[in-house]
């Protein structure tokens, strides 16, 4: 069967789902590898489409590190690292928000459109959407979140858009700052409350075992998710996916998701499926 064949497959059996989630809203982050292959950007992109087809209504928003590489090597722009984060100063500052903002979420628009959705390109600057603070000083212009205003959303989403939006945002002055896009994603799906957010990962989700991929963990509680990161359980790449998990959490998102976005249809199996493809969390 062809992908598109087997999304519809799983929709057939997915009534119950569609009929709890008719007129709700999910947050769906988009990013890692998974942005990289055309073929895995349009199935993404057709199973976000299935979901705004049946009711609901959904905010894609993406990252886009390899993007980001790819214009700071062509500009022979060094690339900084200090904790585990991009050290952003203003030059690097400048191609972030373009490669973010232009190429990466373009592509997104692009591609929604031309599989017969409507789409809006926004960036966390864009109505206000975004406000911030740098993190530290040794970090430059890389940022947390203070505020949503999520109304150019909601206009968006009730003319039947689907908004593509890119981790940068506004500090109090009007500039611009580097985001981690789950933690966007996660302000963004507690402003809007919605009712699920997905985060679209390089693994499979939350594994028992860091090391041993056949330890996947279906659920996971907050109680659970906090003694992973405490114990150290949760690897250094997951605990900031699992920070935001709890962070949408507690300001009222439904259930948090974790799935691997390389695999076909991970989006529709994990919504519309008993057992799921991912971890819940929540």
Sequence with gaps: MTDPQIAAEILNQALPYIQRYHG???????GGSAMSDPETIRGVIRNVLLLRLVGISVVLVHGGGKEIDRWLA????????????????????????????????KLLVSEIQQAGGRAVGLSGRDGGL????????????VG??????????????????VPVVCSVASDEDGGALNVNADTAAAAIAGA????????????DGVLADKDDPSTLISHLSRSQA????????ADKGMIPKLEACLHALEAGVGRVHLI?????NALL??????????????
Excluded at 269 to 282: L, P, S
């Design 192 to 203: 809007l409350k919605a009712t699920k957010l997905i985060l679209m990962t390089d693994t």
């Design 74 to 105: 062509r500009l022979g722009i060094e690339k900084k690292t200090a904790r585990g984060l991009r050290v952003t100063d203003d030059a690097t500052m400048e191609v972030v928000e373009m490669a973010l903002a232009g190429r990466a979420n």
């Design 260 to 264: 691997n976005g390389g695999v076909p």
């Design 24 to 30: 709700h809203t999910f947050v769906v982050k988009y």
């Design 144 to 161: 947390r979140i203070r505020s949503v205003d999520p109304d150019v959303l909601t206009m968006a989403m009730d003319r039947g858009y």
């Design 226 to 233: 906090l003694e992973m990161i405490a114990s150290g359980r």
């Design 269 to 282: 199996v994990e919504v519309f499926t008993d057992a799921g493809i991912g971890t819940m969390v929540g």
């Design 130 to 141: 975004l406000v911030g603070e740098p993190v530290s000083t040794d970090l430059g212009r």
